[in-house]
């Protein structure tokens, strides 16, 4: 028998030791928790939808490694209102927060200053918080996400902003409200590159500074929302056979915006963090498909009907990825209706906080799981503007008339299990249920309150009209 130097078994006790003591050390701290949010992403753009435009092999792989939720919901289909349901997990009709902050006086617009968000939350309970990317739900200082639980901030306040940074460019203004001002806190970043890989470039830094830490990042992009501006690195993996400029705009940010979740998530997975993140990927809502509606970005969202900006499934429903390595099962498929609404709860769950009882959603882990067999939710509700929605099982009433005037007004009522383009309007059919389910949504709809400002003209008819006079060639739509 070989017998080993006293040295060698000092040294291999030490080192069992070591990995050990690390062993615990990850078990024993709280899971970190990483919201991906997209902006105006197409619901039929990615490869595990079925898109074929471009490949989309990262957020295929997230896909892959957890459950993707195929009637996963956002609260709103824009996106102001859809990150303050998110952030909150409660209906933001409830206090207010219905449109994009417009106009109006800064410290009037703005997520409600009453309402504590998921980084209030997880900031009490220990964790680092940052957000990195687009806020969209405030600009003075006690709406700044440094006032809203926060630690960290790298990003812009707006609803848009232009990709390419150029360090030497002098700022046109000087306000919050600009769309060329990137902020680290409250000071104003000269920057080089191109947005989307600048922000994951952040990301991974505020995780790799974090390591002995449970943290919570929520890293909000901004592509694939107009400007459709194409990276120099994309541009020669662009299919030759799409022409149409806008199209080859926004499958260029689809590109980067893949490329950035494969270098985050090959992060996680190199560090052994992977096993201890909870990882939710969705979009903000539907993609915006038709011009000149919106902030056009060509998204597809077939098979479903409407987009950005309806309470159709097109502006609601969105790709919904939840990924969480040994604990969540691997390439299973959700059918059940979630919603936004859900994170919130859910990080409570493996933070071992308590939900606090006004919020709306549920913890989405024992259904994820397959432990609870019923449905998370017994309805899901939306109210935007004269825009009205409720889904309960695989019925969906929906009242979503469209700012052209081309969808008339009042219920209609699909059966989504057959009918998931909303084609074939059923209310004269089944009268009954039309009358049962509007019943429903005016019970949730007598929780919420009036909107706290107005939206644009054509989602809020309250609104004034709009001015007449040319915005300028350079400006950025911030819807």
Request: hydrophobic share 35%.
């Amino acid at each position: 028998m070989r017998f080993l130097p006293p040295l060698t078994f000092l040294s291999l006790a030490l080192a069992v030791s070591f990995f050990s003591g690390a062993s615990t050390s990850l078990a024993s701290q709280k899971p970190n928790i990483l919201i991906i949010f997209a902006d105006d992403l197409g619901y039929a753009d990615i490869g595990v939808h079925g898109s074929k435009a471009v490949p989309t092999p990262n957020i295929d792989a997230l896909a892959a490694s957890g459950v993707r939720c195929t009637s996963g919901y956002v609260t709103s289909p824009y996106c102001s209102p859809s990150r303050a349901g998110m952030l909150t997990g409660k209906a933001q009709t409830r206090f207010g927060h219905e449109f994009n902050p417009h106009v109006g006086k800064d410290s009037e617009l703005g997520l409600p200053l009453d309402q504590r968000t998921i980084a209030n939350v997880l900031h009490e309970a220990g964790y680092a918080t940052s957000l990195v990317g687009k806020w969209h739900l405030g600009f003075d200082k006690p709406h700044h996400p440094n006032s809203r639980g926060f630690d960290e901030f790298f990003g812009f306040l707006v609803g848009g902003h232009n990709y390419q940074q150029h360090s030497n460019a002098d700022p046109e203004f000087q306000t919050g409200h600009s769309h060329n001002m990137i902020y680290r806190g409250d000071k104003l970043q000269k920057l080089d590159g191109f947005l989307t890989d600048i922000f994951t470039d952040e990301a991974i830094s505020f995780m790799d500074r974090h390591q002995e830490q449970p943290w919570m990042l929520y890293l909000a992009y901004n592509a694939v929302h107009t400007p459709l501006e194409i990276s120099p690195t994309i541009s020669a993996r662009l299919p030759a056979d799409v022409t149409d400029p806008d199209r080859r705009g926004y499958l260029a940010l689809l590109l980067g915006l893949d490329d950035s979740i494969g270098r985050v998530t090959d992060y996680l997975k190199k560090t052994g963090a992977d096993k201890n993140t909870l990882i939710f990927f969705v979009s903000d809502n539907g993609g915006s498909g038709h011009k000149p509606y919106l902030a056009y970005n060509t998204g597809v969202n077939t098979p479903l009907r409407g987009n950005k900006g309806q309470t159709l499934e097109g502006g609601i429903r969105v790709p919904f990825i939840v990924s969480w390595a040994g604990h969540l099962p691997a390439g299973q498929v959700y059918q059940h209706p979630v919603s936004t609404l859900d994170f919130l709860p859910t990080a409570c769950a493996v933070a071992d906080v308590k939900p606090a009882p006004e919020l709306e959603g549920v913890n989405l882990l024992p259904y994820l799981k397959g432990e609870t067999k019923s449905a998370p939710h017994v309805s899901l509700s939306w109210r935007f503007g004269p825009q009205k929605a409720i889904r309960q099982g695989n019925w969906k009433l929906v009242d979503a008339r469209d700012f052209d005037a081309k969808t008339q007004s009042g219920w209609q009522l699909y059966d989504l299990s057959k009918d998931i383009g909303e084609k074939n309007d059923l209310a004269a059919e089944f009268a009954e249920k039309k009358t049962e389910l509007a019943k429903i949504w005016e019970a949730w709809d007598s929780h919420n309150i009036a909107p706290r400002w107005h939206g644009s003209f054509t989602e809020d008819p309250s609104a004034p009209a709009p001015p007449k006079k040319q915005a300028p060639a350079n400006a950025v739509r911030t819807n």
